[in-house]
């Protein structure tokens, strides 16, 4: 039996549960002083106050002494672009000129210029470059993501990009979700035919992700010039039919229907929902649909900030998550999403917390073994060097990751 002790934990801090938190259940977490946790073959099987740790919890375990330090459990990212070809520095005299993203799309820019690249590169090159970036998140306390393809658009690299996110998952410590957005632009090859290119994913490329078992989830980016409400639909339908869950890009840009589509398709979630209106977040609720949010992506392209307060109001489940991708959001610092979770979408510190473990965890559906520190999880905590959870809300820019363990395993820096 493999066996891990960490103790002389100063603040336990976690969610608990096995589903979403919304409203005010959102704000509620559990804090222990002076715990331990005992993990055995990857694990949780005690989480709680030192002094009432099981006999014999030290025997025979690899201990980890976490000297006082504030834990809680591994964070997740529920929503990134993480494999791709190239970069797109050169955008940003474009940015400063006034330029939007959709104008640097129109010029041939933005995600069209991510495709040219990533179709060149090579299924290893892709790989190499992604692994680099999947061991910095796991520097940064991130124990578990989402990964979406989207800059192939076209059957063949649609399809490379996922066997990609297929070996990270196999070769790292990271757990992963994967999602197909092939629907995430309309390609050059099928310019002002978006319908066309609808009809190709659904008649070529979906059934062939399907076949593959190269994804679970099924996106689509629901935005004025993008793909339409009717369009999205077809999407989404199409892959729920071959057994892909429905997440949706939604009214990051304009409201255009895409949060309603959300909820009357059942998606797991809408993302980035920074226009969303009262009947979207309305539609959002009555749906049982959680909302994954990226304020990043408004930092970086200094657009406004979701309405988070009213979704918590209307009992929406709020997820943050990074969006790193290399045009609208290349960090994949996740706790700086959490300080402006603090500082822009005015959540509290417990809600921000529950935003980033158990919510993210529902949305990638992984929610039975991650997210919470509990008898019976997976042994996936973070050990910061932080006295309590505000400090890193407080301290930005600055990684306070001080020991990752994952399964159980401490893994090196």
């Known amino acids: 039996m493999n066996k891990t002790f960490v103790k002389n934990i100063g603040l336990l801090c976690t969610p608990t549960g096995s589903r ?8 509620q977490i559990t804090k222990i002083e002076n715990a331990c946790a005992l993990i055995e073959d990857g694990k949780i099987t005690y989480c709680g106050p030192q002094a009432e740790a099981p006999a014999g919890a030290e025997q025979g375990a690899q201990i980890v002494d976490a000297q006082g330090r504030l834990v809680t459990p591994g964070l997740i990212d529920a929503h990134t672009h993480l494999v791709f070809g190239g970069w797109r520095q050169h955008e940003i005299p474009l940015k400063l000129a006034g330029a939007g993203y959709l104008d640097i799309l129109r010029m041939g820019g933005g995600i069209l210029s991510t495709v040219k690249h990533t179709r060149e590169e090579t299924e290893d090159q892709l790989y190499a470059k992604s692994l ?6 796991l520097a940064m306390g991130v124990t578990a993501c989402e990964m979406k393809s989207g800059y192939g658009l076209n059957t063949e690299t649609e399809l490379k990009q996922l066997r990609v996110i297929r070996r990270l998952a196999e070769s790292s410590p990271m757990d992963v979700a994967s999602t197909f957005l092939g629907a995430h632009a309309v390609p050059e090859e099928y310019k002002d035919d978006a319908d066309g290119y609808v009809d190709q994913m659904i008649r070529e490329t ?7 078992k190269l994804a679970q989830y099924c996106d689509v980016f629901c935005e004025t010039g993008v793909f339409d409400v009717e369009q999205s639909r077809r999407v989404l339908e199409a892959g729920k039919a071959l057994g892909l869950k429905p997440r949706i890009h939604a009214d990051e840009i304009d409201a255009i229907g895409g949060a309603q589509l959300a909820g009357q398709v059942g998606a797991v979630s809408a993302e980035h929902l920074i226009a969303a209106d009262e009947d979207g977040m309305a539609a959002l609720a009555k749906g049982g649909v959680i909302a994954d949010l990226l304020p990043a992506t408004s930092f970086y392209l200094d657009k406004t900030f979701a309405p988070v307060r009213r979704m918590v109001e209307l009992g929406i489940p709020v997820v943050i998550a990074s969006d790193f991708n290399p045009g609208s959001c290349p960090s994949l610092n996740l706790p700086f999403a959490m300080n402006l979770g603090l500082l822009r979408y005015k959540l509290t510190p417990e809600e921000v917390l529950t935003a980033v473990t158990i919510n993210a965890a529902c949305s990638i559906g992984m929610e039975d073994r991650l997210g919470s520190l509990e008898t019976g999880k997976q042994g996936d905590l973070v050990i910061w060097d932080a006295p309590d ?12 990751c001080h020991t990752v363990i994952k399964a159980g395993q401490p893994l090196a820096r």
């Open 20 to 27: 979403v938190h919304a409203g005010a259940e959102q704000g």
């Open 132 to 137: 680099g970036f999947v061991h910095e998140m």
């Open 206 to 212: 979906l059934p062939a992700v399907a076949e593959q």
């Open 389 to 400: 959870w505000e400090m890193l809300l407080y301290r930005f820019g600055s990684n306070l």
